[in-house]
């Protein structure tokens, strides 16, 4: 009998967080989901607790307190109603 040594390389998933960027995608996609019904009901109730705890750390920020996002958020509106359609 004789014994062999050899190297196996086994593939590992890495998980990587989204970046800040990534965001906006991402959960624009998610409400598509939802809309298109990929999102089953039974899933539903998750969902809307992970939903529940990021809009909770969302309005933690002080940011989002002073109303400045909103503010951000209508001046933004405002410009785009000002730009011509053609150069949107």
Known sequence: MQVVERRVEVPVPITVSPARRDWPGLLAELAHQIDDGRIYDRDLLNLSDALSTVLAAYE???HVRSGAVE?????RSRRQALTPFHRR
Do not use: G, V
């Open 71 to 75: 503010r951000e958020s209508l001046e």
């Open 60 to 62: 933690r920020r002080s």
